[in-house]
């Protein structure tokens, strides 16, 4: 299992460098939302979402919520999954924090669904000038890493040619009182003849590796998994030392297929819920095939550099903190029994 961490950086702005040590968090607030949108004949039909926050509709972390919507009568799923957990209660050094997951599938004559997923935590911070390595009110440069793991899917029937209007997409947004420090994308997106893959903003495209399994599935026309292991997202900002500040992480997914195809997002989370849906809407063969690929490629990718270029050498960090904001890796037994699949 991964550790998925968002790890505060100080840079050694000052002589001598800055001593490491854990900032003062004053408070914690989040939210977590889902839902999953069914379209029928191009007009929206039945809905599932949920919503909860923390202060707010919860007393206590974690916020767990989840939509489903399944069509035995036209062989169509989707779930939508989000979780924000309490790193200061979960066991491990390492604890889950944040986990989104995403699966629509449908078969050729069904219909199709639009789903979303978004997770947001809010901390306010205080460093004091132990902690910084600077006197009260002098401003300290800090450079901030979040962690991420996680991979986008596509995959369609081996009658389907035409992935047009299908696509998913990962979002990540950091923002300190608000203003952005960090934002970018990761989008994979079907098209008439194949699939297009794209990034916005700082999105680090040299951590993205694509694999092809479709020549090992005659079943599948495309079955496309787009890894992410192990990546950081890096951003700069500054804060007065001894003073309140409040950083912002707001992470989504939003998705849609067509029939005869489906696409998955798998953000710090096991693949349960992608099994879920593949095997209410395949057979238990194809499903086995494709859950194994799956589970191989998210532990040991194989990929290939999706944007393939020549990166700098990444820079060397320093003065490591000890306080961590963690995007982890869970697991959603509880959610499921909690909120059962709903069949139509």
């Known amino acids: 299992m991964r550790v998925h961490r968002w790890t505060i950086v100080v840079l050694a702005t000052l002589l001598g460098g800055a001593n490491a040590g854990l900032a003062e968090i004053i408070s914690i607030s989040g939210s977590a939302e889902a839902s999953v949108q069914e379209i029928v ?20 972390l974690p916020l767990q919520v989840a939509a489903t919507l399944f069509d ?20 491990g050094t390492n604890p889950s924090d944040f986990a ?17 997923a978004t997770v947001e935590e809010v901390r306010t911070i205080r460093f ?6 600077a006197a009260t009110g002098e401003t300290v440069s800090f450079n901030g890493r979040f962690f991420l793991d996680g991979a986008l899917i596509i995959f369609a029937d081996a009658s389907v040619t035409d992935l047009s ?9 950091i ?7 960090f934002s970018g994308t990761i989008l994979l997106r079907g098209t008439s003849g194949g699939t297009n893959l794209s990034t916005t903003g700082s999105f680090p495209q040299s951590q993205v590796n694509i694999a092809d399994f479709s020549v090992l599935v005659p079943e599948l026309s495309v079955f496309q998994v787009i890894t992410f292991p192990e990546t950081f997202l890096t951003f700069p900002y500054e804060a007065v030392v001894e003073e309140e500040f409040e950083l912002r992480a707001t992470v989504s997914v939003e998705a849609k297929n067509q029939p005869g195809v489906g696409v998955a997002a798998l953000v710090g989370i096991p693949i349960s819920s ?26 040991h990718p194989t990929g290939v550099p999706a944007f393939p270029k020549t990166y700098p050498a990444p820079f060397v960090l320093c003065g490591l903190f000890g306080f961590e904001f963690v995007l982890g890796l869970i697991a959603f037994g509880t959610l499921r029994a909690s909120r059962p699949l709903r069949r139509r």
């Open 72 to 91: 035995s009568d036209e062989d169509a799923a989707g779930i939508a999954a989000a979780q924000v957990a309490d790193p200061t209660t979960a066991l």
């Open 165 to 173: 209007d299908t696509e998913v997409e990962l979002r990540v947004n």
């Open 274 to 299: 992608f099994e879920d849906v593949v095997s209410f809407t395949s057979n238990a063969a194809l499903t086995q095939k494709m859950i194994t690929m799956l589970k191989n490629e998210r532990a």
């Open 128 to 133: 004091s000038p132990t902690e910084a390595g």
């Open 100 to 116: 989104l997951d995403i699966t629509l599938n449908s078969t050729p004559d069904a219909d199709y669904y639009i789903g979303s």
């Open 41 to 60: 004949d191009g007009s929206s039909g039945d809905l599932d979402e949920a919503s909860d926050t923390f202060p707010g509709t919860m007393s206590a």
């Open 175 to 181: 923002t300190q009182a608000g203003s952005s420090v």
